[in-house]
């Protein structure tokens, strides 16, 4: 079946780091990947995708690559601000799911 | 403007009691699905609907049930809810054919004590 696995947290940083955030999946066929955002007390809100290999997602300075030889989808951004703290999914679509799959998300905090 | 909306945000409800939660989208997609947020974070899909009168059980058994009488519409009732059901529940829905984007609403916290 479909797995994805990402790094645990909590990820601390402080502002103006780089970000990385390591993904990688298992899934048979071609999956869609994406990456989700869920901020205290709210629903989760697409921050990027990539629907083929190669494809780079990008959306406020976040970005990630879907790599097929590596079955990687790494989240990363230059420069990180206390506003980007919350908890970040990896997810993937496809491979005879029927929902997205997720990974067990990762905490990230940013200090001042 | 077209989004996705879930009520009540927060339930605290006691043991035995019927609840439903509610979830209507205004973005006219055809699929909705039910996630189940554990206190570590997982989320775990429990129910689906492809279209009106499509429902089917997700990857974690759940003891909730599902109705599509309306496209729109997607709401999930527990008949006799207890203390394990309490959790995060994310409604989300999806177009067909968009790579299964699917978008999601507020989230309903639910406590059954």
């Known amino acids: 079946g479909n797995s994805v696995t990402q790094m645990e947290g909590p990820v601390t940083l402080s502002e103006e780091a780089f970000l990385t955030i390591n993904c990688t999946y298992t899934?048979?066929?071609?999956?869609?990947l994406f990456w989700y955002v869920q901020y205290p007390g709210e629903g989760l809100q697409l921050l990027l995708k990539?629907?083929?290999?190669?494809d780079k997602g990008s959306n406020k300075g976040f970005e990630a690559t879907y790599r097929k030889e590596t079955t990687s989808f790494h989240l990363e951004k230059g420069s990180v601000q206390v506003s980007d703290s919350a908890v970040y999914f990896c997810?993937?679509?496809?491979?005879?799911?029927?929902?997205?799959?997720f990974g067990k998300g990762t905490h990230l905090i940013i200090q001042p | 403007e077209a989004d996705i909306y879930q009520t009540p945000r927060y339930l605290v409800i006691g043991t035995g009691k019927k609840i439903t939660l509610e979830c209507s989208q205004t973005?006219?997609?055809?699929?909705m699905y039910w996630y189940q947020q554990d206190p570590g974070m997982e989320l775990h899909l429990i129910h689906y609907?492809?279209?009106?009168?499509?429902?089917e059980k997700g990857d974690l058994s759940s003891e909730s049930t599902v109705s599509r009488i309306r496209t729109e519409h997607f709401p999930l009732t527990l008949e006799s809810a207890r203390p394990s059901h309490t959790s995060q529940y994310l409604c989300?829905?999806?177009?067909?054919?968009?790579?299964?984007?699917?978008?999601f609403g507020p989230g309903t916290r639910l406590t059954v004590l």
């Open positions: 989300a829905s999806s177009l067909a054919g968009s790579y299964n984007e699917q978008f």
């Open positions: 899934a048979t066929g071609y999956p869609s």
């Open positions: 990539a629907t083929k290999a190669d």
């Open positions: 997810a993937l679509s496809g491979g005879g799911a029927d929902g997205l799959t």
């Open positions: 973005m006219g997609h055809d699929k």
């Open positions: 609907s492809y279209g009106v009168n499509s429902t």
